[in-house]
């Protein structure tokens, strides 16, 4: 069963969807999320309540590490490059150029930049724990002002 729900967090509504007792998605914008998922997606809140609850405690910096089962959908780069991301710990930053080392292709800084833009579960894989080699925040899909927030809620100083 496919299914999904809003829920409001301190850095606005998401969107939550997943699948059986995966979850596959946070979107950042709930309307344009909504129009990505297909009509086999039912709204039910309560399958996402471990997800929400998770969300909530982690916005109240009660919670360092989630337990929730993933199902990102993507290449066979992108999986490798999100699998780095989850391995960094709460309040901790590495650079692109980092993860290009970790994933063992030094010279793919921009292919990971690629494939941290395109994390379909942000948050939860935390692609906003990598900043430029120069300590720049660079890019996010949600936007700096929420990078920012994340980082700064996890005790980075900006």
């Known amino acids: ?50 997800v929400t609850t998770q969300l909530d405690l982690y916005f109240e910096g009660k919670l360092r590490n989630f337990q929730i089962k993933l199902d990102p959908v993507g290449t066979e780069f992108q999986i490798k490059a999100w699998k780095i991301l989850l391995n960094i710990p709460f309040g901790k930053t590495i650079s692109y150029k980092n993860q290009a080392y970790l994933l063992k292709n030094p010279k793919a800084t921009r292919a990971i930049g690629g494939a941290n833009g395109k994390n379909p579960i942000p948050i939860i894989i935390p692609c906003h724990r990598v900043i430029s080699s120069d300590g720049k925040l660079g890019g996010y899909g949600g936007g700096k002002s929420i990078k920012k927030k994340l980082l700064k809620l996890e005790g980075y100083k900006i």
């Open 1 to 50: 069963m496919k299914y999904y729900c809003f829920h409001k967090t301190k850095i606005g509504k998401l969107l939550i969807a997943g699948e059986d007792n995966l979850l596959t998605n946070i979107f950042f914008d709930a309307k344009s999320g909504l129009k990505r998922l297909g009509e086999e997606y039912t709204e039910d809140e309560s399958k996402c309540l471990n």
